[in-house]
């Protein structure tokens, strides 16, 4: 059975300071990883996901993720925020064989002027 | 990606009466799924439907309940039975990349935003 942790429920940081969102995992086979980000009143919207290869994954509106197999942790993270990237952020896991997702508590990013 | 959209996108219901929140993609797709987002929660994974078979429950969730059609590879409903206050929730339902796309990855649509009273 896989499981996932988001050890920050919120996170407030000023517009154009770098933040990062923590995920980690824990899971008996190999994982595939996943951000999504709702917006108020929205549906979930995909950010990036890691499969396999390049452990750095870059998605859209310049974030990135890094899979750190020893640590099982997918951090997220943005070198310069916006008070549109203002969200509640998910990250999931999924185990390989399997097509159930596991999504962690998610963390409300809350950008400041 | 699949375009993926959901009627009604929110609705105002009585206890004890019933709501079905359809669900249409743009492409065709093995599997969908129906998932529930209470209140300030994560995503709960209520069931797997898939086209010609039973639709699969999770630990909690149960036919009577939340029965779930699937009569095509594009479209799925879910149907909120007997509700009560504490079904007010978020009904989102995912799919897969579209047949053949093979990269494990769920795709969300815009959520039924749904409360009880």
């Known amino acids: 059975a896989q499981s996932v942790t988001q050890l920050d429920s919120q996170v407030p940081v000023f517009e154009e300071a770098p933040v990062e969102l923590r995920c980690n995992y824990s899971?008996?086979?190999?994982?595939?990883l996943f951000w999504y980000v709702q917006y108020p009143n929205q549906g979930l919207q995909l950010l990036l996901k890691?499969?396999?290869?390049?452990?750095l994954v870059k998605g859209i509106n310049g974030f990135e993720a890094e899979f750190n197999k020893s640590q099982t942790s997918f951090h997220l993270r943005k070198p310069s925020v916006h008070i549109s990237d203002t969200a509640e952020y998910f990250c999931a896991v999924r185990g390989s064989g399997t097509y159930k997702y596991i999504f962690g508590t998610g963390t409300r990013l809350k950008v400041l002027a | 990606s699949a375009v993926i959209s959901q009627k009604p996108s929110r609705d105002i219901c009585q206890r004890g009466t019933s709501l079905t929140i359809q669900c249409q993609v743009d492409?065709?797709?093995?599997?969908m799924f129906w998932y529930r987002q209470q209140p300030g929660q994560s995503l709960t994974l209520i069931a797997t439907?898939?086209?010609?078979?039973?639709?699969?429950?999770e630990s909690g969730f149960v036919i009577d309940k939340f029965p779930i059609s699937r009569p095509n590879l594009t479209f799925s409903t879910l149907t909120v039975s007997n509700m009560s206050p504490e079904d007010s929730s978020i009904y989102l339902c995912?799919?897969?990349?579209?047949?053949?796309?093979?990269?494990?990855?769920?795709?969300f649509g815009p959520g039924t935003r749904l409360t009880v009273l």
């Open positions: 890691y499969l396999s290869g390049s452990t």
């Open positions: 492409s065709q797709v093995t599997m």
């Open positions: 439907a898939n086209q010609g078979s039973e639709a699969t429950y």
């Open positions: 995912s799919v897969e990349e579209p047949l053949g796309g093979g990269t494990d990855t769920q795709y």
């Open positions: 899971s008996s086979v190999s994982v595939y």
